[in-house]
């Protein structure tokens, strides 16, 4: 499986902005997959992840402004975040699980749950 992230940009705060990974090789594998976010100096952390029943979980940081949901017809995994705030600048990274996840839903927001990453996508709020 390979993801390449896109959608990130500079917008105002309050605005917004959708994110997209596209995932491309076996598809079918991918049971749990998960959009993350790091700043320098800052450990990556986990903003919304998505079980292979389409359960989400969410931080509290994002919960109610941000959505995760999958285009099995684009086989994208995308992340619509919205009310935008500066403190949500960071680079965006999908990553995603060939196996069921494990346990609680909110596992899916554990990096080190997942073996495969891309490139990730920069998100800057001003």
């Known amino acids: 499986v390979q993801l390449v992230e896109s959608g990130g940009g500079s917008v105002s705060a309050g605005e917004t902005l959708r994110l997209s990974c596209e995932i491309s090789g076996h598809y079918a594998s991918p049971y749990c997959m998960g959009w993350f976010r790091q700043t320098p100096g800052k450990e990556r952390e986990g903003v919304a992840g998505?079980?292979?029943?389409?359960?989400?979980a969410y931080s509290d940081s994002v919960k109610g402004r941000f959505t995760i949901s999958k285009d099995n017809h684009k086989a994208a995994l995308l992340l619509q975040m919205n009310s935008l705030k500066p403190e949500d600048t960071g680079m965006y990274y999908c990553?995603?699980?060939?196996?069921?996840?494990?346990?609680?839903?909110?596992?899916?927001?554990?990096?080190?749950?997942?073996?495969?990453w891309g490139q990730g996508t920069q998100v800057t709020v001003s």
């Open positions: 998505i079980d292979s029943d389409g359960v989400a």
């Open positions: 990553a995603s699980l060939s196996r069921p996840c494990l346990g609680d839903v909110t596992n899916t927001l554990i990096p080190g749950e997942y073996p495969t």
